[in-house]
């Protein structure tokens, strides 16, 4: 295939993508996906949030995770920067800190996939920092 | 902050903050003038006289969930130690324009980054907000908006990462292309 340059070529190849199943359809639940927030505010940043949310974009279509990326800003954990919040459908947030793209693919593999906890989940906080 | 469009990814981070429903970034690079500047402007809340005051003070953030706002702070000086400055005009319930001005071929500038990738992780980041994306290389620009985006995919969801991956490449191709074109 060429490189998509035009509308008209993203338009075409997104129907070649449409009969191989391979996108969403658009009347997706959002409360039925496992909602990821990457904490993207200067200290996230500068920390290397961008890196781990590829990381995880990359990753979640790897293992056709039905999950949608987004981004947050400051949670007040500046000190655990880069920080992800994930919530599974039907389960609490989590919060898991120092996130590098080794940790970003243990989250989506032990975590998303398995039910598994793993090290450096920030415990719930209801009140700023 | 290694380049500029971590900064770029910083700033709209502020615009959203704001509560902006529409958000326009441009960039461009002229080194034929020996310029690069990037802009941001919203239709947010905006700021009064005395927060724009206040904006480059590092000590100053109207969060609560810290006490510190570095974020302009941190792009005025990589601006101003590369030759250029930072300019924003803001109006109370309008919205915000930051511009952020660099020379082109000083030392101290950072490289401008990834900023295809960096458009796409905040389009898909926030579907209810629309931005639009102007790209200029001397002359020549490029021009998108997920308004156009959502009607050539039918309304398709932009956060799919499919989708998300032939938007950079549609966005990249046509960035390439302009330099391509002028190269002397």
Redesign the interface.
């Known amino acids: 295939m060429t490189k998509i340059k035009s509308l008209d070529d993203l338009r075409q190849k997104k129907q070649q993508l449409e009969q191989s199943m391979e996108i969403r359809e658009k009347s997706d639940h959002p409360e039925s996906l496992v909602q990821i927030k990457v904490a993207m505010a200067t200290c996230g940043i500068a920390s290397g949030a961008r890196t781990v949310m590829n990381a995880l974009v990359e990753k979640i279509k790897k293992e056709n995770v039905p999950a949608v990326v987004t981004q947050t800003g400051c949670m007040g954990y500046c000190y655990a920067e880069p920080t992800v919040e994930v919530t599974k459908p039907g389960f609490d947030p989590v919060v898991f800190s120092y996130v590098d793209v080794k940790k970003a693919e243990e989250i989506v593999d032990k975590y998303i996939l398995n039910n598994e906890l793993i090290d450096g989940i920030i415990p719930p906080n209801y009140q700023t920092i | ?1 290694n380049d500029l469009s ?1 900064h770029l ?2 700033i709209v ?1 502020n615009s ?2 704001a509560g902006a429903t529409f958000i326009t970034v441009r960039i461009e690079e002229n080194p034929r003038k020996n310029f690069l500047t990037m802009s941001v402007e919203d239709n947010g809340c905006g700021m009064n006289d005395e927060q724009l005051q206040k904006l480059s003070d590092p000590f100053f953030t109207s ?4 006490r510190v ?3 302009v702070p ?1 792009l005025r000086q990589t601006a101003e130690q590369s030759g250029g400055k930072l300019e924003v005009v803001s109006r109370p319930g309008k919205g915000t324009c930051l511009t952020a001005r660099f020379q082109y071929d000083h030392l101290d500038r950072p490289p401008l980054g990834d900023v295809a ?2 458009m796409v ?2 389009i ?4 209810g907000v629309d931005f639009a994306y102007k790209y200029s290389y001397n002359e020549n620009s490029y021009e998108i908006t997920t308004l ?2 959502r ?7 932009l ?9 950079e ?2 966005i990249k ?2 960035q390439n ?1 302009l330099k391509v074109c002028q190269i002397e």
């Open positions: 902050m971590l990814l910083d981070q959203l903050a969060r609560t969930t810290r706002g570095l974020g941190l990738n960096a992780l905040m898909s980041a926030n579907p156009q985006l009607d050539a995919l039918d309304g398709a969801p956060n799919d990462m499919n989708i998300m991956e032939m938007i490449e549609m191709e046509n292309d």
